[in-house]
């Protein structure tokens, strides 16, 4: 059974800090890309982040270039995106998103997601 399953979200003030974390099971995790994604209410689903398969490039948008910073770890098939200098403006529900082959098919998976709010 395939899962996704996102921790770390919460309330925290401008400013601070939050690591999200992806745990990933049930599909070969090394040969899919990973992306985090957020939506805020009222508003569209954005990419936030990408970390392909080994070597594992990376890259942000520009919203969060600078603050944010995404990293997997294909031993212990996780994700993980480290939010720094957290702005009101990062409110949303954050999502863990797998793209990749399986035999002859490509396959996507999404997490539950885990709501961060930025507020004081």
């Known amino acids: 059974q395939v899962q996704l399953v996102e921790s770390g979200g919460g309330l925290v003030q401008p400013g601070g800090s939050l690591k999200l974390s992806c745990a990933a099971s049930?599909?070969?995790?090394?040969?899919?890309?990973m992306k985090w994604f957020r939506q805020a209410p009222g508003k569209e689903r954005e990419l936030v982040a990408i970390?392909?398969?080994?070597?594992?490039?990376?890259t942000l948008s520009d919203s969060v270039k600078g603050r944010f910073t995404v990293a997997r770890d294909d031993v212990k098939r996780t994700i993980s995106l480290l939010m720094n200098d957290l702005k009101p403006e990062d409110t949303a529900v954050y999502y863990c998103?797998?793209?990749?082959?399986?035999?002859?098919?490509?396959?996507?998976?999404w997490g539950q997601g885990t709501q961060v709010t930025v507020s004081s």
């Open positions: 998103y797998a793209h990749g082959p399986t035999g002859l098919f490509y396959n996507e998976y």
């Open positions: 049930g599909f070969e995790f090394g040969v899919y890309n």
């Open positions: 970390v392909t398969t080994p070597p594992s490039r990376k």
